[in-house]
């Protein structure tokens, strides 16, 4: 190349050769003024990152086996070859920047992966370039040589070959250390991960032909014998120089071209397997040329040479796994469980890397063409199958591979130990990725299906059987426990509900119900089934629609929010709730939630629309809209304590006769002809007639415009774990997309304890708990 001074750079590569050869570990060359073993690559972990506690520091050296005297000369061997390299490089291609950028991190790439090879650990090229860039920052280099001596070619010759070379052999003694260590090498790998997605290079990196220097490297520091670090050095640079003349790319693959034979073109492969364009040239020409019993003829080799060995890098098995496709049943039974071997291994390696790797798409078109063929690899760990849960979003061939190990017969422990809830919910999440359309839906039912049992353990409750248990008096009211008589009252006799769902109820008065009782009885979930049955839609819908509504009663303590609720008075234009409620829909069930805690002027303001022919006024259109269709439901906690305590729901909390207190049978109601709940009604009235402080029923007008009153009870015991039952159907209700919840009697009778200790919360605690505790509890599998 033009420009290049060989004299000069021979003269001054021979100290840098010298004392790499006459390094030892007592005493470290010095080059100038600087020592390499104080060339220190920037920190991995920021000062920021929690520090390893002195236990376990000691635990990952303890962890780290000595290298063999022998191992370590041939990584010395490695690290002084690449660092010479280095030097021939960075002082050849002084003055051609865009070289220079791209050929020195390259060569410091390839011996990266060389030293990873020594302690057998794979790592693809955007891996090892990673490390490079985190272990040093070249572009410190070029600046400090172009602002002292410019492009001077012999200065910036001298000086660069010289950095280059300190830089080089500084990198490999740091990555020697983190590798030759489990636990160093597992967050350098981590962090290299991290750095191959965060990086961007610039246009001139990636204009630079890397995969093909970075394979001629390392196939030379992995496969030659470096006993020479100098012949080492020249061997290799010579492969690089030529990559760069053209005119030798041409020449040789002009040979390709003139090839006329198959033999011909193997022998291309093997004499110049250290050129990528060479070998993925031969093999394309063997391919498009010839028949397949002749362009596979000699298979055997190429998968012995280019697949089957730990050394041969990434970039050269992406060009060679095509043609193992193709020759796939040339190729020797026992060649093809080692090919497969090879792809599993590096699927794991190529999914932890990312999805910008090369050698993935390859790895896993092997995979499925060995797992298809009939042929098992041995070791399938749940390494693999992790890494292709990871690449099934940008790789179709995954999804496929991933489902053929979930069918193998030869891995079930392995299987069935690794997958889990929150991979199925992994999955339903993600988009199926071009090529596995057809493969996606079967994969998440793949999931589904290990994650079935075949047959339940004894005593496991299904939600579908625990909700035909929650039957109550009447089919309306199916999901609401423990009230009964309530439920009597409504559908029986007198039947209000059922009168008015029928249309027979009394013309000109709107149905008023009072609910009282302790919190969490079910007074709302009630109201929700009167609107269910009285319209037959789902509740949801008539919430949606504006024909079932609950306004909470104390937000409007005030007397300003009357104007709020009803609107302004006679005579001011305005809206108000009520109004435009009753306007839209005419028919519809209103609850007024905690009716006791609105302001006592509510009282006296209800009483036109309770009574009979009651009207709603509309200050917005000054007209008078009919309510006697409308159903009101008044919710209070009002006389809580009298229901609390009286006998009725004593007996029936302990579960005991009321006659004899004697211990009932499980189910049994302890007042069927609903003969004390009458008893506990009329008290409940005469409560709430006289109750100090209750300001909103102290007018008996109000109270007369009540069509009854319902006291909510405390549970029996049954009825309580009843109402669990319903609770986790419901939680299994909305998971059942993902899977299907199942429960043992233990653990309904756990949540039913909780009522016990805290009865005065009613039961909406422990529904409030439960769901804390099922969903904690599924998370942790699911995510």
Known sequence: MAGWKEPVLSRSLLLFVILLQARSEATPPVIGTVEVQDVHPPPLFTEEQPQMEEESRKEAEESCDPTSPEMRTRISTIRHASAVIAGFADGAVAQLPVASIGVVPCIQAAMIYAIAQQYGCFLDRGSAIAIVTMLSSDYVKTSLVSHFVGWIPLAGNLLKTGLSVVMTEGIGMAAEKMLSCPISRQQLLAEAAKQEQTENPSGEKKAYPFREHFHAIVDFLCNQSLSSTTDAAREVWKRVESLFRQEDQVALLAKVTEARTPENLVELVQEYKWNLKVVEASLEALRDRFPSNLACTDVDSVAKGLWAPKSADGEVKAVVAPHLLHCWSFLSPELRKEAAMVAQDLAVEAARAGS????????????????????????????????????????????????????????????????????????????????????????????????????????????????????????????????????????????????????????????????????????????????????????????????????????????????????????????????????????????????????????????????????????????????????????????????????????????????????????????????????????????????????????????????????????????????????????????????????????????????????????????????????????????
């Not at 130990?417 to 090529?435: E, K, R």
């Not at 229901?643 to 004697?662: C, D, F, W, Y």
């Not at 069927?672 to 102290?698: G, T």
Request: with cysteine; hydrophobic share 40%.
């Open 356 to 783: 910008g790797t090369t050698i993935l798409p390859g790895a896993l078109a092997v995979l499925l063409a060995a797992f298809r063929g009939g042929t098992t690899t041995e070791g399938t760990s749940p390494a693999l199958l992790d890494g292709l849960m990871k690449a099934v979003h940008h790789e179709a061939n995954a999804c496929y591979v991933l489902r053929e190990v979930l069918s193998q017969e030869a891995f079930p422990d392995i299987v069935g130990s690794w997958v889990q809830l929150h991979h199925l919910q992994h999955l339903t999440q993600l988009d199926a990725c071009p090529g596995s359309e057809m493969c996606f839906p079967g994969l998440i039912n793949d999931i589904k299906l290990r994650l079935t049992l075949s047959s339940l353990p004894p005593g496991v409750e299904l939600p579908h059987l625990s909700s035909k248990a929650l039957k109550a008096f009447d089919p309306a009211f199916n999901g609401l426990v423990g009230q009964n008589c309530a439920v009597k009252r409504l559908m029986k006799s007198p039947g209000y509900v059922r009168v008015r769902k029928k249309g027979f109820h009394r013309p000109g008065v709107p149905l008023v119900l009072l609910m009282t009782g302790p919190s969490g009885t079910g007074k709302t979930m009630a109201a929700r089934k009167i609107a269910e049955y009285i319209h037959g839609r789902p509740f949801k819908e008539l919430e949606a629609t504006g024909r079932f509504k609950l306004f909470p009663m104390n937000q409007f303590r005030m007397e300003e929010d009357l104007k709020t609720f009803f609107g302004p008075p006679r005579g001011i234009q305005g809206t108000g709730d009520l109004p435009e409620l009753v306007k839209a829909n005419p028919d519809a069930v209103i609850v007024l939630d905690e009716i006791e805690k609105a302001h006592r002027s509510f009282a006296r303001a209800l009483l036109t629309v309770f009574g009979e022919y009651g009207t709603v006024y509309d200050p917005k259109s000054g007209r008078d809209y009919q309510a006697s269709n409308i159903t009101f439901v008044l919710t209070s906690n009002l006389a809580k304590d009298l229901v609390i305590k009286h006998p009725l729901a004593v007996a029936k909390t302990m579960g005991r006769s009321l006659e004899n207190h004697q211990q009932l049978p499980k189910g049994v109601d302890v007042d069927p002809d609903c003969v004390a709940y009458a008893e506990l009604r009329d008290a409940v009235d005469e409560e709430i007639s006289h109750a100090k402080d209750n300001a909103f029923f102290r007018e008996s007008e109000i109270r007369g415009r009540l069509t009854d009153t319902l006291p909510f009870l405390p549970f029996a015991p049954h009825e309580v774990q009843e109402a669990v039952r319903g609770f986790l159907t419901a939680e299994a209700e909305a998971f059942r997309e993902s899977l299907e919840l199942t429960w043992t009697e233990e653990v309904v009778d756990f949540f039913a304890k909780l009522y016990v200790r805290k009865p005065d919360e009613g039961l909406r605690a422990v529904n409030k708990q439960l769901q804390l505790q099922v969903r904690d509890l599924l998370e942790g599998a699911l995510f």
